[in-house]
């Protein structure tokens, strides 16, 4: 049987097979595009089938068609392909938090009173929302839990000052 033909990766611009999945030169993940391998796949076996002796029936053509075709429709039926092989262009890299941030963070959160507690809750709730990151959303419920803790101590805090304040000028 013919070769399928070949395309080049659009990562690396090596040539691979046209039903290939995965780059052999690169790893990177190809896009299988289901026309281009049926077109490619039809084309190569009629080029076959017209090096073929001229003596050969009509029947025999339309098997060697047809074969053709049921290899072309297992390629293309795999389940494989109804997934978008181009995720690594949409994935954006997430560089995970330092230590250091996340002890400048916390430690804000709990020394600046008022302020630094309503921007410690403001902060965990943007981490806790970051989707595909668990450092960033566990770390963001440990700054949410210790940020209002802080706010509602730093508030009874106030609320004793004011009436110590108040008992003493009186």
């Known amino acids: 049987m013919a ?3 070949v395309k080049k990766c659009n990562y690396c611009g090596e040539k691979v097979a046209l039903n290939s999945r995965k ?3 690169c790893g990177s993940v190809i896009e299988v595009k289901t026309e281009e391998i049926k077109n490619e796949t039809i084309k190569s076996s009629i080029e076959a089938n017209e090096e073929v002796s001229k003596a050969q029936t009509s029947e025999e053509k339309y098997n060697d068609i047809q074969k053709a075709s049921n ?3 297992s390629i293309t039926s795999s389940p494989l392909n109804n997934y978008n092989y181009s995720m690594q262009e949409n994935k954006r890299k ?3 938090i330092g230590n250091g941030m996340k002890v400048f963070l916390t430690a804000l959160s709990c020394v ?3 302020i630094g507690q309503i921007a410690g809750i403001i902060i965990a709730i943007v981490f806790m929302n970051v989707k ?3 450092d960033r959303k566990s770390f963001g419920v440990a700054l949410l839990i210790v940020s209002i803790i802080m706010f509602v ?3 009874i805090a106030f609320i004793i000052l ?3 304040v108040a008992v003493a000028s009186s």
């Open 71 to 73: 290899v072309v429709n």
């Open 23 to 25: 780059c052999p030169y």
């Open 162 to 164: 004011l009436v110590i």
């Open 112 to 114: 600046v009173p008022m």
């Open 94 to 96: 997430i560089n995970p």
């Open 132 to 134: 595909g990151d668990e």
């Open 153 to 155: 101590l730093t508030f």
């Open 3 to 5: 070769s399928y033909g």
